[in-house]
């Protein structure tokens, strides 16, 4: 079993700054690309930032230069540091992992609950 959890949601305030973390835990071998995706009410989820296990990185055009992922891989951990919030970043957000749960060459996807994050303008 593998479980990601996140957690660092919250309600701010336009400008203002949140983190989000979300922690793998369980049955793993190695963690691949981690990254964060975020639903609006009534849009499709959609990708805002991933890393991969060497830390290359990408964002989506509406993020960049606000928002910064990061992971600690002794933790198995991905941060998501958000400042400049905007009302427009209102979401659920999601935390996504690619997982290989043994030496097997077999990955999987794995998602967290969700974290809402809220910014009032």
């Known amino acids: 079993q593998v479980q990601l959890v996140e957690s660092g949601g919250g309600l701010v305030q336009a400008g203002g700054s949140l983190t989000l973390s979300c922690a793998a835990s369980?049955?793993?071998?190695?963690?691949?690309?981690m990254g964060w995706y975020r639903q609006a009410p009534g849009k499709q989820r959609e990708l805002v930032t991933a890393?991969?296990?060497?830390?290359?990185?990408n964002y989506a055009d509406s993020v960049k230069g606000r928002f910064t992922i990061s992971r600690d891989n002794a933790k198995n951990t991905v941060y998501l540091q958000m400042n400049s919030l905007k009302p427009e970043d209102t979401a659920v957000y999601y935390c996504n992992a690619d997982i290989q749960r043994t030496w097997l060459p077999y990955r999987d996807d794995y998602w967290g609950q969700g974290t809402q994050v809220t910014v009032s303008s």
């Open positions: 369980g049955s793993i071998f190695r963690i691949n690309a």
């Open positions: 890393i991969t296990s060497g830390g290359n990185t």
